[in-house]
Nanobody, 115 residues
Framework: QVHFVESGGGLVQPGGSLRLSCVASGSTFSIYTMGWYRQPPGKQREMVAL?????STTYADPVKGRFTISRVKNTVYLQMNSLKPEDTAVYYC???????????WGQGTQVTVSS
């Protein structure tokens, strides 16, 4: 069974930085695209960033130039810089196939950007 364990969230002031980690287990993930998603309060979950098995990346427009996705073996990272209050959300990772998250979600990690 596939599991995702996200960590690294917290409370940060606007303009600050955080680095999120997602450890995936239960399968071989190196051949898959991995993605970070987020769910802001009262809103639907949305894609934040994707990284293919070859390292090609895609970012949602609101985070371009501020966030960087990377991966090492079964761990996916999200470096978040210049954080804004609108980045406040629970952040999740998943395997992505045909632009669709494939597995059940983990518990996520809460990111709160506030002064």
């Amino acid at each position: 069974q596939v599991h995702f364990v996200e960590s690294g969230g917290g409370l940060v002031q606007p303009g600050g930085s955080l680095r999120l980690s997602c450890v995936a287990s239960g399968s071989t993930f190196s051949i898959y695209t991995m993605g970070w998603y987020r769910q802001p309060p009262g809103k639907q979950r949305e894609m934040v960033a994707l990284i293919t098995s070859r390292g090609s990346t895609t970012y949602a427009d609101p985070v371009k130039g501020r966030f960087t996705i990377s991966r090492v073996k079964n761990t996916v990272y999200l470096q978040m810089n210049s954080l804004k209050p609108e980045d406040t959300a629970v952040y999740y990772c998943n395997v992505v196939v045909n632009a669709t998250p494939l597995h059940s979600w983990g518990q996520g990690t809460q990111v709160t950007v506030s002064s």
